[in-house]
């Protein structure tokens, strides 16, 4: 088992930036792949950005190109996200998930969860 804990979301006003962290835990030699998600009310869950546990290949949703950086820090465990010019449309409760398999973009393919971090952007 893999344990995913966030934090970093808050409120922000648009133009804004925040950094959200995911603290792994457990099994982490069994992770592949992990990636944030994010899920607005009444909407489904979204990729946003992946990476390979080990560092290497990054993929972004068109949506956050330009604007968003994915890392990892596996000495520390730890996958971030740095968000720069944030929109009211990037309000959602943002997660982290992890993956055994390769990286995929849907959501159902992974195998691990954390709980969530709400970001909040302000016109």
């Known amino acids: 088992q893999v344990q995913l804990v966030e934090s970093g979301g808050g409120s922000v006003q648009a133009g804004g930036s925040l950094r959200l962290s995911c603290a792994a835990s457990?099994?982490?030699?069994?992770?592949?792949?992990m990636g944030w998600f994010r899920q607005a009310p009444g909407k489904e869950r979204e990729f946003v950005a992946g990476?390979?546990?080990?560092?290497?290949?990054?993929y972004y949703a068109d949506s956050v190109k330009g604007r968003f950086t994915i890392s990892t820090d596996n000495a520390k465990n730890r996958l971030d996200l740095q968000m720069n010019s944030l929109k009211p449309e990037d309000t959602a409760v943002y997660l982290c998930?992890?993956?055994?398999?390769?990286?995929?973009?849907?959501?159902?393919?992974?195998?691990?969860w954390g709980q969530g971090t709400q970001v909040t952007v302000s016109s």
């Open positions: 457990g099994r982490t030699s069994s992770v592949n792949a």
């Open positions: 990476i390979r546990w080990t560092g290497g290949s990054i």
């Open positions: 998930a992890a993956r055994r398999g390769i990286f995929n973009v849907m959501s159902g393919q992974y195998d691990y």
